[in-house]
């Protein structure tokens, strides 16, 4: 039957589109690992001998060490501002019979739909005038802004994935608003929370945009120095150092599917939620 | 228990009575670090230098900045739609894959995304630079007889930003490919629907929640890109977020450079406006 | 004390039953609307302590609401409710003091069964001693001893239902409301399930609210039954009260089937009895001591009715041709359709030596006038 074989071809035409795809999405990452190796000081492909000299100049180098630093001292508080702020939004517009609720989310979730580049041209008179201008509160509070509707999202998928009437059953329990929240709305969000939290800090870790305006050479974040270096010298340490980060994200995705394993309805959401990291760089 | 003195007179109690507090500390915190700096944005483009739309003249007029938005926009849509050509085939085999492969699968997916966008758009610069892997790669089959020069151009950038852009078309697809139930595609092939009816008629349909979510998403997000541009794009195609920054950083034209994220802020809220107007707030963007 | 209840109850369901110690429930106007729709008319209604109370009626009927309103998630457009005496409207649902059960269980996924039931006593801060004391009495009553460290999803739906009546009573509540807690179990379990609530409720003692679509289960378990329809309450009274004496015909032919038949004409025969002309054009026989008139509706049912290829000796005959006779379990059901076109339904115990009478065969139908019901209000 010439039908069968001509869906085999298109199922094969098939195969090799998402099979050249897949390798498309790959590919960079690919690279850059190989490059790291390299025993020459200018970058190419594919690298010419095998040395491990760039990871030892890193080692030395204190700069790419604070800036490292720096990405963490900024990126964990702004996940747990974003955490805080995000849970509470969810809770509020998930379970709390508001009639503005469609408004209110959409509001919240603005920060992460339009371009940082204009946060941060905003946020930066906004620090001048506090007096946290390049200091690192006002670059946690700005990642904790764009990190706040990852929470928010991530948190009002698990809201919407449980049943409510446990908590009305905690409440006929005797447990009041806020014991029912602890024992029996926060148990179930629980994932949705970390997940959301990892999703924020992810976000905020590989983050330039804001901090090119936020941070000074004292306080600056990993991006911005890898920005900096990219501009002006260009050898293989970037390369050492991408792949350390890459490992360091391959770390945080292990994580994240670790603990949604045992989670229900969680991967789809989370997975939609990882859909807004690091691209409004 | 129930106490004496709680007789009539005292209001019923309600379930959500207080709940809109909730929204206090959080719509504080946006209020003062983001809705008021959009706003002092704003202002100071219609404040500074002076009082007028001097600065809206400049952006508008003679100069090149009219291009660089109508590029910025060309190149987001264009690289939407080519997200959207190549994530489509690429999201229904993933949708419609189980077990170990699906997990291999979303590892393709997710890996990239997962890793920083900086680097990634550094590794399309080692592959197109004019002693990089493309290059190489051309000469080596005899395509062409010198190196050329593709970075900066808009080659680059439109590969590397559709390269970055594909998991945020893909992953929504994915969501919204494997809500639909599959008894309704079982009840299409029952009914008589040869395969490709099937899939015009149920399956794409279906999936268009999927679809109208990745591409607001891809295009707003192409239209306020930064690094990928940046590094890969230049002066020959200069996108927006790009131009404010230098104008903003290097040039220390704050003035200008509000006016110009002012227009890029007005075009992308129009954009976000008309997409939840169109999804009515149910999107899977918006955790609903 | 001689309860008078308890010599209506019949000899299977009646054991000596506990001093109540449930509470009083009272509804005084209570209505709710959302905004110009009506959910739940003004209604008062009366619960007596330690009653087995059943709220019946079709889909948006207002049961739920009702049941809503005194649990407190839904505040009421007006009125009071008073448990005990006392308003609880503006009390939330945390301390009301009661119980619930609702539809789904609603266990705690991340709790063990001990847990769930634990709950509410942790919550009324009782000392790790009492807890683990009560918890145990509660497992055992509701015959799930052992099964405390499990968690809900490893259980079976009936023991899913007896954790979550468990973890509803643990703490003594005078009022156990219980929202169509057997909808989801399938038959067999479900009439187990009645029995094991019901003797839940004789060992404790509270007032039970019973809401449930299921009309046989609301008389089977029901001291009395408030039958709801379109957001008001049609009539209470016991399950046999309201079968033998419906108040509307929508009573009638909820509670069981019904033939209902629409009254032209009456008029006076001997011995003294009524000759009742209905709009079929039937003649029918009734006693002369309900009031029948023209737009009335008289109410025969199924179970009344006898079937026979013999016209018999009864007040009221009919002669009619089987439609189609169903077997279900225990019973014959017919539909005979007899003159004018009219089809009228009876049900015949299914007995081994009882002839079948056979689709299109002539048959008659008789029933006593004491068997012809006139429902008051259609």
Redesign the interface.
């Known amino acids: 039957m010439s039908g069968t074989a001509s869906?085999r071809m298109a199922r094969w035409a098939?195969a090799v589109?998402?099979g050249l795809?897949?390798a498309?999405?790959?590919?960079?990452?690919l690279?850059?690992v190989p490059?790291s190796f390299s025993s020459q000081s200018?970058?190419?492909?594919p690298p010419a001998g095998f040395s491990l000299r760039w990871y030892q100049g890193l080692a030395g180098n204190s700069a790419w060490r604070d800036a490292a630093a720096n990405s963490f001292l900024i990126g964990v508080p702004a996940a747990f501002?974003a955490v805080?702020?995000?849970t509470?939004?969810?809770?509020?517009?998930e379970?709390?019979?508001?009639r503005w609720a469609?408004a209110?989310?959409?509001?919240?979730?603005?920060?992460m739909?339009?371009?940082?580049?204009?946060?941060a041209?905003?946020?930066?008179?906004?620090m001048l005038d506090l007096g946290l201008l390049h200091g690192y509160i006002g670059a946690i509070?700005?990642h904790?802004?764009i990190g706040?509707p990852l929470v928010?999202?991530?948190?009002?998928?698990a809201l919407?994935n449980y049943n409510p009437a446990l908590e009305l059953a905690a409440m006929t329990c005797g447990a009041d608003?806020v014991r029912s929240f602890l024992h029996v709305t926060l148990p179930m969000i629980r994932i949705g929370i970390l997940g959301g939290g990892i999703l924020a800090f992810?976000t905020s870790?590989?983050e330039?945009?804001l901090s090119?305006?936020l941070t000074n050479t004292g306080t600056r974040t990993l991006?911005r120095l890898?920005?900096e270096q990219?501009n002006d010298f260009l050898t293989p340490t970037?390369?050492a150092v991408?792949t350390l980060?890459?490992a360091f994200?391959?770390l945080?995705?292990a994580a994240l599917a670790v603990f949604g394993r045992s989670a229900r309805g969680m991967p789809?959401?989370l997975?939609?939620?990882?859909?807004?990291?690091?691209?409004?760089? | 228990?129930?106490?004496?003195g709680?007789?009539?007179g005292?209001?019923?109690?309600?379930?959500?009575r207080?709940?809109?507090l909730?929204?206090v500390?959080?719509g504080l915190?946006?209020l003062?670090?983001?809705f008021?700096?959009?706003?002092?944005?704003m202002a100071?483009s219609v404040i500074e230098p002076e009082f007028g739309f001097e600065n809206y003249a400049r952006v508008f007029g003679s100069g090149p900045y009219v291009r660089v938005l109508w590029q910025t926009i060309e190149t987001a849509g264009i690289v939407t739609v080519l997200c959207l050509i190549?994530?489509y085939?690429?999201a229904y085999?993933v949708a419609r894959a189980e077990g170990t492969r699906l997990k291999l699968?979303?590892i393709?997916?997710?890996?990239?995304?997962?890793?920083?966008?900086?680097?990634?758009?550094?590794?399309?610069?080692?592959?197109f630079?004019r002693?990089?892997?493309l290059n190489?790669l051309l000469l080596s089959l005899g395509l062409t007889e010198t190196r050329l020069t593709l970075l900066p151009g808009s080659l680059a950038v439109h590969v590397g930003m559709v390269?970055?852009?594909?998991?945020?078309m893909i992953?929504?697809l994915?969501?919204s490919m494997?809500?639909i139930d599959h008894s309704l595609l079982r009840a299409a092939d029952v009914l008589g629907a040869p395969?490709h009816r099937r899939f015009l008629e149920v399956f794409l349909p279906l999936s268009l929640p999927g679809v109208s979510a990745g591409v607001a998403?891809v295009f707003?997000?192409s239209?306020?890109?930064?690094?990928?541009p940046a590094?890969l794009g230049g002066p020959q195609l200069m996108m927006?977020?790009v131009l404010?920054?230098e104008k903003?950083?290097v040039e220390l034209d704050?003035p200008f450079?509000?006016a110009l994220?002012?227009t890029?802020?007005l075009i992308?809220?129009a954009l976000?406006l008309v997409y939840?107007r169109l999804t009515?707030?149910a999107s899977?963007?918006?955790?609903? | 004390m001689a309860d008078p209840r308890t010599l209506e109850i019949l000899p299977e369901r009646g054991e000596a039953r506990a001093p109540a110690s449930g509470a009083s429930l009272s509804l005084e106007a209570v209505e709710k609307k959302y905004g110009g729709l009506v959910a739940l008319a003004r209604t008062d209604l009366d619960v007596r302590p330690g009653e087995f109370f059943g709220l019946i009626g079709p889909s948006g009927s207002g049961k739920s609401t009702l049941l809503g309103m005194i649990a407190?998630?839904v505040?009421?457009s007006g009125g009071?409710i008073l448990?005990?005496g006392?308003?609880?409207?503006?009390?939330?649902?945390y301390?009301?003091?009661l119980g619930m059960v609702f539809q789904n269980y609603a266990l705690f996924p991340h709790m063990t069964v001990a847990e769930n039931i634990a709950f509410p006593l942790r919550m009324r801060k009782l000392q790790r001693g009492e807890v683990e004391t009560r918890v145990r009495r509660m497992l055992e009553i509701v015959r799930l001893a052992g099964l405390g460290e499990r968690s809900p999803a490893q259980l079976s739906g009936g023991q899913q239902q007896r954790v979550a009546l468990a973890r509803a009573a643990s703490y003594d509540p005078s009022l156990l409301l219980m929202d169509e807690p057997l909808g989801a179990l399938d038959k067999n379990l479900r009439e187990e399930m009645q029995y094991e609530i019901k003797r839940f409720h004789r060992e404790i003692g509270a007032t039970v609210l019973y809401v449930t679509h299921d009309q046989d289960e609301a008389a089977t378990m029901s001291d009395r039954i408030a039958i709801l329809n379109q957001g008001r309450i049609v009539q209470v009274g016991r399950p046999r009260e309201l079968y033998e004496a419906p108040a509307t015909s929508f009573v009638a032919s909820f509670l069981g089937e019904a033939n209902l038949f629409e009254v032209a004409a009456v008029s006076q025969s001997s011995p003294p009895r009524l000759r009742v002309e209905t709009k079929d054009g039937l003649t029918l026989s009734a006693n002369q001591l309900a009031h029948f008139e023209a737009g009335a509706v008289i109410c025969v049912r199924p179970e009344a009715i006898q079937i026979a290829k013999s016209a018999g000796a009864a007040a009221n005959v009919l002669s009619g041709r089987v439609l189609d006779v169903v077997y279900t379990a225990g019973s014959l059901r017919y539909r005979v359709e007899v003159a004018g076109g009219r089809v009228v339904l009876v049900r015949r115990p299914l007995q081994r030596q009882a002839a079948v009478m056979e689709v299109g065969s002539p048959v008659y139908l008789s029933w006593d006038v004491s068997d012809t019901i006139l429902v008051p209000n259609s």
Request: glycine share 6%; net charge positive.
């Open positions: 869906s098939f589109f998402v795809c897949l498309y999405l790959l590919l960079p990452s690279i850059i490059m200018y970058l190419s492909f501002i805080a702020l995000g509470l939004s969810a809770l509020a517009t379970r709390g019979g508001l469609t209110g989310v959409a509001l919240i979730v603005a920060p739909m339009l371009p940082h580049v204009i946060l041209i905003g946020l930066y008179p906004v509070i700005g904790a802004v706040l928010f999202v991530s948190v009002s998928a919407r608003r992810a870790f590989d330039l945009m090119l305006f991006p890898i920005w990219l970037i390369a991408a980060i890459f994200s391959l945080l995705l789809t959401s997975a939609l939620a990882t859909a807004e990291t690091a691209a409004h760089g | 228990m129930a106490r004496p709680d007789a009539a005292r209001r019923p109690w309600t379930l959500h207080g709940n809109a909730l929204l500390p959080p915190f946006l003062v670090f983001f008021w700096p959009l706003l002092r944005v100071r190549l994530a085939p690429l085999a699968l979303m393709f997916v997710l890996v990239p995304l997962w890793t920083s966008v900086v680097i990634r758009s550094y590794g399309w610069m080692i592959v630079q002693q990089g892997v190489d390269h970055i852009m594909l998991p945020f992953l929504p994915i969501a494997r809500g395969p998403l707003m997000t239209l306020g890109f930064f690094i990928t590094l927006a977020a404010i920054e903003a950083n704050w450079a509000s994220a002012t890029l802020l992308t809220t976000y939840l009515r707030g899977p963007l918006l955790g609903r | 407190g998630f505040p009421p009071r448990l005990n006392t308003d609880i409207v503006s009390l939330p649902p301390r009301r003091n």
